[in-house]
């Protein structure tokens, strides 16, 4: 399938920025079983979005914190982090609600999300100072030109709209289910099988 662009040639006609992406039973690749992604950006180069859903088990800010930076109050041990791809895992992102910026750089995916990956947001988190709520993932998930549609198009993925309730508030080991939910579909009923679902 190829990705037709709009008139500023950024945009994939299919553009899922700021939506979830929901991997589908049988996917194969068991880094992304029930993987609940927020994509970040979706633009006819490619794609990039973290996966939501996946804690690193016993990994907290505060360890990395300690590993990057001086500041390490006691207080950012609460926020824990996310295995948020397979790509450039040594790498940090902070999915946050919108009313953060970064004194450096802040991505703003739309009216209720953004991203950082700069330092400074993990210092503000530790601080009390950063986004009102937030996730911490090292690695993100990516794609090349048309690769992610053509994962759509073979029963790879389920898509739908990302909420802050559903992102931030819910039990990681939730989030697939009530995303898949949220679509009208009983998750038991999904099947692995193209044109089956």
Request: some cysteine.
């Amino acid at each position: 399938m190829t990705s037709a662009q709009d008139d500023q040639g950024d945009t994939p006609a299919m553009d899922l920025t700021g939506q979830l992406l929901l991997a589908m039973p049988g996917m194969g690749d068991p880094r992304f079983d029930h993987a609940v992604i927020f994509m970040c950006s979706h633009t006819h180069e490619g794609a990039m979005g973290l996966i939501v859903n996946k804690p690193a088990p016993d990994l907290k800010l505060s360890d990395v914190l300690e590993q990057i930076s001086s500041a390490a109050p006691d207080d950012a041990s609460g926020l824990g982090v996310h295995f948020g791809g397979p790509v450039e895992t040594g790498r940090g992102f902070v999915l946050h609600t919108q009313e953060y910026r970064s004194a450096l750089k802040t991505l703003v995916v739309d009216s209720d999300f953004a991203m950082t990956a700069t330092l400074d947001v993990l210092e503000d988190i530790a601080l009390g100072q950063g986004p009102e709520r937030a996730q911490l993932m090292l690695g993100y998930a990516g794609w090349g030109p048309d690769q992610l549609e053509s994962e759509i198009v073979r029963n790879g993925w389920l898509t739908c709209e990302a909420s802050n309730a559903l992102v931030f508030d819910l039990p990681d080991e939730q989030k697939w289910t009530a995303a898949v939910q949220s679509l009208g579909i009983d998750p038991i009923g999904l099947s692995a099988a193209a044109g089956r679902a």
